[in-house]
């Protein structure tokens, strides 16, 4: 299984709103990966984890709160959006750390929309 | 500060043609990626080529890399209309290497 999947596929929700957003992968992959982008506009990184610890976070607003509750999930909590927030998000997986030559599997992304 | 920037923003080209995409990026790097992504989905990982190697094959791609001038190219022969999609460089850089810094994409269109 090369897949990494993601849900919900799209997401609307209010500024006041709670929502989570889940990734999973089968591929025994240790490092994990969540992006934001906007149309039109390439990827920018947002956390890296690595053996479910936190290794990168991009200076990301608390109101993005990622979790990775074990090898395969990784989910993005989310409070209190603002418009600007709205974007696909996309997560990817990679072997691990340790070597700089893995590529990243990405999944289909979540379109999120912030009113 | 953005990595990579790519040349040109948007290509469209007749099928059976080749397309040629360009990226430079500014800082040394540990390697290069190109990736591709259809219209709103997610991207998907098409050649790595490492900062010591020159040119890569895979398929109809070819890469190269020209550290001297901190450049690489994508060449897709014989395209295709399946072929159109947004196409990114990212470079990983020597320090801190897991982290990908993607260019501004090309957005190829094959014209049947």
């Known amino acids: 299984d090369t897949e990494v999947t993601q849900t919900p596929k799209h997401l609307v929700m209010g500024m006041t709103n709670k929502k989570s957003l889940k990734c999973e992968q089968h591929?025994?992959?240790?490092?994990m990966y969540w992006y934001k982008q906007k149309a039109k506009k390439p990827p920018e990184l947002m956390f890296v984890y690595s053996y479910e610890k936190l290794s990168i976070n991009e200076s990301v607003p608390s109101r993005f709160s990622p979790e990775c509750p074990n090898s395969s999930l990784l989910n993005l909590h989310l409070h209190a959006l603002q418009p600007e927030d709205s974007a696909l998000y996309l997560c990817?997986?990679?072997?691990?750390?340790?070597?700089?030559?893995?590529?990243?599997?990405f999944g289909p992304g979540t379109r999120l929309t912030v009113l | 500060s953005q990595q990579g920037e790519e040349d040109p923003q948007a290509l469209s080209i007749q099928e059976g043609e080749n397309a040629t995409m360009n990226c430079s990026y500014k800082t040394s790097i540990n390697n290069l990626q190109w990736y591709r992504q259809n219209s709103g989905r997610g991207l998907v990982h098409l050649i790595l080529i490492r900062s010591n190697e020159r040119e890569k094959h895979s398929g109809r791609l070819r890469v190269t890399l020209d550290t001297s001038k901190k450049s690489s190219s994508l060449l897709i022969t014989a395209s295709r209309a399946a072929d159109t999609a947004s196409y990114f460089c990212a470079t990983a850089k020597i320090q801190g290497a897991q982290k990908l810094v993607f260019g501004q994409g090309t957005r190829l269109t094959i014209n049947p």
């Open positions: 990817a997986s990679s072997q691990d750390l340790r070597s700089s030559y893995n590529e990243q599997f």
């Open positions: 591929m025994g992959h240790r490092a």
